[in-house]
């Protein structure tokens, strides 16, 4: 009965050991762990605090207004950028753009008090590589039977500061290939009737001449000096799509925007 009795208080001490050692041996394995987590928790909330103050210090882009007669257009500019070089050039050329097809009607012998215009605009892309921006509205000039619907873009490459234009920033050809393939091209406009009239017109352009209008399409920058695309296409960036606009006569729109989808 004696053994018995110690040989089970043996084992109750032997398994405590046991159970002590196991404990001790796990805490050792277990604190490390219990480090490193904490450790890359830091980093985290480290990196998301970084991370805010970054998005805090992003530009901004306010309204401002040129108003003349009854001409208005509203244009955007930027401010809180890093570099005041660069922030100087881009609002200029924001500015510049707007206010760019006032010209185009005074360039054709038009009295700017015959003009009666408003735009509104709308920002498309707002990232840290580029600004991408579409002007619309609409336009009446004394003496003409109705009012024309404007629309016109402009692109801002952040980086260096200036304006650039669909050959700057995407493949043309490939922009050309996607275009001819019309019955995958989706519209802007919800009317059908708009929609097949003016993917007609398309079709009837040549590639070469619409390689040529890709080509020219946006406002360039030659010798510091803003220039107009002499025929009359723009394009803006919004998510994974560029937006064509090419021109159309006023019984179908005055202007068609097609939608082609980035690789």
Known sequence: MKKSALLLTGITILSLLLMRNFYVNNLKCINPIKKEILAVNKINYFNMEVSLRNESKQYEIIDEVYSKDHVKINYPQIKNYADAVK?????????????????????????????????????????????????????????????????????????????????????????????????????????????????????????????NI???????????VIEIPKKGAYSYMEDNKIVIS??????????AEFIIEKQ
């Open 214 to 224: 890709l080509k020219d399409a946006d406002f360039h920058e030659k010798d510091g």
């Open 246 to 255: 090419i021109p159309m006569i006023h019984a179908i729109g005055d202007h």
């Open 87 to 211: 922030l100087d050039s881009i609002n200029k050329d924001l500015k510049n753009a707007a206010l760019s097809i006032v010209n185009i009607y005074v360039e054709n012998n038009t009295n700017i008090n015959d003009i009666n215009m408003e735009v509104n605009y709308e920002v498309k892309t707002k990232n840290n590589k580029y600004i991408s921006i579409a002007f619309n509205g609409l336009v009446n000039i004394k003496g003409t039977a109705y009012p024309t619907s404007i629309f016109y873009t402009v692109n801002i490459d952040l980086e260096n500061g200036s304006t650039v234009g669909l050959s700057d920033y995407a493949n043309v050809q490939g922009v050309l290939e996607k275009l001819k393939k019309l019955d995958d091209v989706k519209m802007l406009s919800e009317d059908d009737k708009l929609i097949e009239a003016q993917k007609s017109v398309i079709k009837n352009i040549s590639d070469d001449e619409l390689l």
